[in-house]
């Protein structure tokens, strides 16, 4: 029989017991709502009985110990939709929804710098853990358009058909459009290696996993790594996972502009983050619009693209490449023709230009930079229109020269085109491990085209090339 409790012992243990309760008080875990799992269709989880916010989080937990975090996606009158960011396997019906109050967040720092990731920050190239106290928002933040710096500087890219032909300003944002199997992720590794910047960092979204080795090993190399971040989404991740990784890798970018840095941002797909929406909007039974696209992709795109740029305090600049793949070499493919009208200039790669081993395969009279005229000499402005003039009027009139139907003299234009292009084909040729500064590019173009010759005017007042009159002479 125990003994009863003294007025102080009492005391003790009422004490206890408050604390108890008010601890449990203090968890929020303690007072959340759970559901339980209804029904999936796809990958796409519907829960009943509890609440959560578009965005947060929610933990799905199986009787038999199956454990998955899923985002809320979307909502009904009395169901949630939920979107798994990994393996699904083991879930069963009735499981619990647990909304956790949280929402995804990037992991931030210079601790990443060396790094290879995937779409939830978590390290893959077995170094251990990454220790960083930063967070910011995996959607970033929104600035007032007029407070961005304007594009005033040049960058060198090493490739001399861009820097020359194609020129490209520090905050820039360009398209890379091409085919599979064009050449598209060889100048993209080119750019990689000789752009000018200070921390480099790449997003693999929803490409092949054999090509996240390659890239880190024999383009990035160990020098390229250190001052570069590597995002790894490949193509067997869920679609939310692959729109995470191209979300994260521009709140990786924002972090390092917002230390005054020059960030090189190269995405490679645009077009696969597209598709991940495009799933996910149709698993939630948005109706498609455009060629079985949903709007609410041509709304992401957008909010991606417009993330990168310069910065609205000066100093820092985030200047994009984003590759988009054109469904058999259709230039007006939905997802290219969205990305062209919000991109500050796209470079088109050619399968014919890649079929007779001409690389890098850039066809110069599809491509444009809207920013080159900032950022140009009006002398390297008039040079590069004398160039596209004389190589898009021999491609005019390609077939009846090959046949043998033109006849030299019917046209002076033409004659002129026809002795120049053997120089322009040289010049827009470029071995992969040879880099072009912007200088050399510059005094190259200007070879071609001297402004002090005289001999013979172009349209609008061009000189004709020092080559060509050699040539005609």
């Not at 459009?177 to 060889?186: C, L, M, R």
């Not at 070879?447 to 090339?465: D, I, M, Q, S």
Request: hydrophobic share 40%.
């Amino acid at each position: 029989m125990s003994r009863p409790l003294l007025g102080k012992d009492r005391q003790t243990l009422w004490a206890e017991r408050l604390k108890r309760y008010e601890d449990r008080l203090g968890d929020d875990r303690g007072l959340v709502v759970e559901g339980r799992l209804t029904r999936m269709v796809g990958l796409t989880l519907e829960s009943v009985g509890c609440r959560a916010a578009i965005g947060g989080q929610c933990d799905v937990v199986s009787s038999n110990g199956a454990h998955i975090e899923a985002e809320v996606v979307g909502f009904g009158e009395e169901s949630l939709y939920l979107m798994p960011t990994g393996d699904i396997h083991g879930l069963e019906q009735g499981a619990r929804v647990i909304p956790t109050g949280r929402v995804c967040e990037a992991v931030v720092g210079d601790h990443l710098l060396g790094r290879v990731i995937d779409g939830a920050g978590l390290p893959l190239d077995g170094l251990g853990a990454i220790h960083s106290d930063e967070h910011r928002p995996l959607t970033g933040k929104s600035f007032n358009p007029l407070a961005r710096t304007p594009i005033r500087e040049p960058l060198d890219v090493g490739v001399r058909a861009i820097n020359s032909l194609l020129s490209v300003g520090r905050g820039q944002r360009l398209g890379l459009f091409a085919g599979s199997g064009v050449g598209k992720s060889v100048l993209l590794g080119m750019m990689t290696r000789y752009t000018n910047a200070d921390v480099t960092v790449v997003a693999l979204i929803g490409e092949r996993g054999r090509e996240v080795k390659e890239f880190v090993e024999n383009i990035l190399g160990k020098e390229g790594l250190k001052r570069a971040v590597v995002v790894a989404v490949p193509a067997d991740n869920p679609p939310l996972r692959r729109m995470h990784g191209a979300m994260l890798a521009t709140s990786i970018a924002e972090h390092f502009r917002e230390q005054g840095k020059h960030v090189l941002l190269l995405m490679d797909s645009l077009t696969r983050f597209a598709q991940a929406q495009r799933e996910i909007a149709l698993a939630i039974h948005e109706p498609p619009a455009t060629k079985g696209y949903p709007p609410s992709v041509f709304a992401k795109l957008p909010q991606l693209v417009e993330r990168a740029g310069n910065g609205d305090k000066g100093g820092g600049s985030i200047t994009a490449f984003y590759t988009v793949l054109t469904e058999g070499d259709d230039q007006n493919d939905p997802i290219a023709d969205a990305a062209r009208a919000i991109l500050d200039g796209h470079i088109v790669l050619s399968r014919q230009l890649a079929d007779s081993g001409h690389y890098p395969a850039i066809d110069i009279e599809a491509s444009i930079s809207r920013a080159m005229n900032d950022i140009s000499t009006y002398s390297q402005q008039d040079a590069a229109r004398a160039f596209k003039h004389l190589y898009s009027l021999y491609q005019q009139n390609k077939d009846l020269i090959s046949v043998g139907a033109y006849e030299q003299g019917s046209n002076e234009q033409i004659d002129i085109a026809i002795s120049a292009m053997p120089a322009l084909n040289r010049f827009l040729r470029q071995d992969m491990h040879t880099p072009v500064n912007l200088a050399e590019s510059l005094k190259d173009l200007d070879a071609l085209f001297p402004e002090e010759e005289e001999a013979v005017e172009l349209p609008e007042g061009l000189n004709l090339p020092q080559e060509i009159n050699q040539d005609m002479g």
